[in-house]
């Protein structure tokens, strides 16, 4: 039986700016600057995991190959500080009505909870 998640995902045509919404979700995640709920996190982690081997439109194999590392080294001060730069300029190529409209759609899709902020 497939996860709500997997379901989502083959019930969507993802692009690849899509992928990279939900890798920039990943980088505030780890940043500790996403304000969802622990249960959307988890979905967005769930997404992710699925997601990361598919190519987005800005980030390249070196973005999940750090957030890889980054998930394994969540008390290092120097990572942190590059997940922090990672997640800043992540911010500035995906604009901000993309990142809503790609949120809205989770929202629509009751993937995540209504009123979250991500």
């Known amino acids: ?3 709500k998640e997997e379901a989502w995902i083959e019930s969507q ?3 690849p700016v899509d992928i ?3 890798t920039t979700v990943m980088l505030k995640i780890l940043d500790g600057k996403c304000k969802m709920s622990e249960p959307g996190k988890v979905v967005m982690e769930k997404l992710y995991d699925l997601l990361k081997d598919r190519p987005g439109h800005y ?4 973005v999940h190959d750090l957030i890889g590392r980054a998930r394994n080294r969540v008390d290092d001060e120097s990572m942190k500080m590059t ?3 990672q997640r ?3 911010e500035t ?3 901000r009505p993309v990142m809503k409209a790609f949120k809205a759609r ?3 899709d009751g993937m995540i909870g209504a009123g979250v902020a991500v």
């Open 1 to 3: 039986m497939k996860s």
């Open 13 to 15: 045509q993802l692009s």
């Open 20 to 22: 990279d919404c939900v």
């Open 59 to 62: 980030f390249d194999r070196a």
């Open 83 to 85: 997940i922090y730069e």
């Open 88 to 90: 800043l300029l992540a």
């Open 93 to 95: 190529m995906i604009s």
């Open 106 to 108: 989770l929202r629509a």
